[in-house]
């Protein structure tokens, strides 16, 4: 199978090999390795997004081995995958062999970065004249997939597929190209076909159900993760899919199950930690919430977006336990990591109505859902922002975005009726209110068992009284 060497990496002389190299470097001592051993280590490090580590590595072969043509090259491919172009031509200018196979590819590749795409076409041309191969063929297709060119790559992966349509190598290649392309709604026939050769290859079950995910099918990705997970039940990337594929049918504790069994078997708890907090947040379990938060903002490799998005929801958790000036900050930090996030505006919004600036809250909650606008996410913001007017005791604002949702997903609005019926209420709408409150008892009869409902009713009895009445009479009570 295509350049997969992940086997290599579960096998006792690899966890003896990483084990032994690790504690050199933590020691500071030196000691000798073959130059595939630390090729190896560096490519594990590299798959794994460690890029410093996989450095190190490769320095350390060079230390050993430096005129190791691999070692060489392997480091030029390193750079460029980190996007050092200019560190990887200096070195690939002195290497000896300009006329190495590799190293040409690594050429045609720092050609087609520098836009130079006529020149890389040249060297293609060249390649494959000299050596006629499936091998080449594929070779070229990974560096103009490396390289984000995507109508090159697929120039020279229809020469592939009509010489081997039905090669391994040449379906891996496929897959690669439509995934990094756009285009997986066109991947289930090449996984599948792949599925039929190696049908115990757990990553090509894991694919299909991203795929299928992609596709918004989730009964055929649940199919499929679950034969990843019969292959080995305890793959944390499996269920991390699984997560993703409840999430998508609306089933947050199934999710969470998921998520949880991704962060017990993974040696790597970011993924889980992040996807528990979002879970947790949405459920509005603040205190769980604010424990994977604070994990999430423990981890050392956060992008800015999401340490921005982890201080956000850190932040929400604070002010639900009032604590505002813990709020602030987190707010703060994550306005400087992440202007774009509309829910960092929302919660600032939140954060004002506490403090008694409403018109200062109403600015944020307009900015916020300017940013939300035209997303998939405008609803569920505009909700947001209806919800916290609610809380803020702006019922007319309130109530606008509340009939924004309506208009926009009517049944996606069903659980706000009884809000809505609350702020035209409060502003003196009591036809209109009647109105909801009877919308309420059609669609959404639950509402009035919730802590919302218990929490409008503790404060204004007259409202209460209201929509018992209606209640009762829904219900055929007298």
């Known amino acids: 199978m295509k350049n997969d060497i992940s086997p290599d990496f579960k096998t006792p002389h690899f966890k003896e090999l990483r084990q032994r190299f690790e504690q050199a470097m933590r020691e500071g001592y030196r000691t000798y390795f073959e130059s595939d051993d630390l090729l190896l280590l560096a490519e594990y490090y590299a798959t794994n997004g460690r890029f410093d580590q996989s450095d190190t590595a490769v320095d350390y072969a060079l230390s050993l081995h430096p005129d190791n043509p691999d070692v060489q090259t392997f480091k030029c491919g390193n750079l460029m995958a980190q996007g050092k172009f200019e560190q990887a031509e200096q070195l690939l200018d002195v290497l000896s062999d300009q ?58 992966l229809d020469v592939a597929y009509a010489e081997a349509p039905h090669h391994p190598d040449v379906l891996e290649t496929m897959v690669d190209y439509l995934h990094s392309s756009g285009n997986d709604d066109y991947l289930p026939p090449f996984l599948n076909e792949l599925i039929d050769l190696y049908p115990y290859e757990s990553r090509y079950w894991k694919n299909l159900a991203h795929s299928y995910m992609g596709m918004n099918e989730p009964e055929k990705a649940h199919d499929a993760i679950d034969f990843a997970l019969a292959i080995d039940d305890k793959d944390p990337m499996a269920y991390q899919i699984k997560g993703g594929i409840c999430l998508m049918e609306n089933d947050t504790d199934r999710a969470i199950a998921a998520f949880e069994k991704a962060e017990a078997y993974s040696n790597d708890k970011s993924m889980a930690w992040m996807a528990l907090m979002q879970c947790y947040y949405y459920l509005k379990d603040y205190p769980r919430c604010e424990q ?61 109505f506490c403090i008694g600036k409403k018109e200062e809250a109403l600015v944020f909650l307009h900015n916020g859902l300017l940013l939300a606008e035209q997303t998939e996410l405008e609803v569920e913001a ?61 669609f959404s009869p639950e509402s009035f068992d919730d802590g919302l409902y218990q929490q409008l009713a503790g404060v204004d009895r007259k409202f209460y009284q209201l929509a018992e009445s209606i209640r009762r009479r829904g219900s055929g009570q007298p």
């Open 99 to 156: 006329n190495d196979r590799e190293v040409l590819l690594l050429r045609a590749q720092l050609l087609l970065n520098k836009n130079l795409t006529e020149e890389a076409v040249r060297l293609f041309d060249h390649l494959y004249r000299q050596e006629r191969s499936l091998d080449t063929l594929l070779d070229i297709v990974d560096v103009c997939l490396d390289a984000y060119q995507y109508d090159l790559a697929k120039e020279w």
């Open 292 to 352: 994977y938060a604070e994990l999430t903002l423990s981890l050392p490799n956060l992008n800015d977006s999401e340490k921005a998005s982890a201080c956000q929801k850190l932040a929400d958790c604070f002010i639900k336990k009032g604590e505002l000036e813990k709020a602030y900050e987190q707010l703060t930090l994550s306005q400087q990591l992440d202007k774009e996030n509309y829910q960092l505006y929302l919660t600032w919004g939140e954060l004002m």
């Open 382 to 442: 505009t909700e947001t922002a209806a919800q916290i007017c609610l809380t803020g005791g702006e019922w007319l604002q309130a109530l606008e975005w509340f009939e924004e949702v309506d208009r926009k997903d009517s049944e996606f609005n069903r659980c706000n009726y009884l809000p809505m019926a609350y702020c035209c209420f409060r502003l003196d709408r009591e036809q209109q209110a009647i109105s909801y409150l009877q919308k309420t008892m059609a």
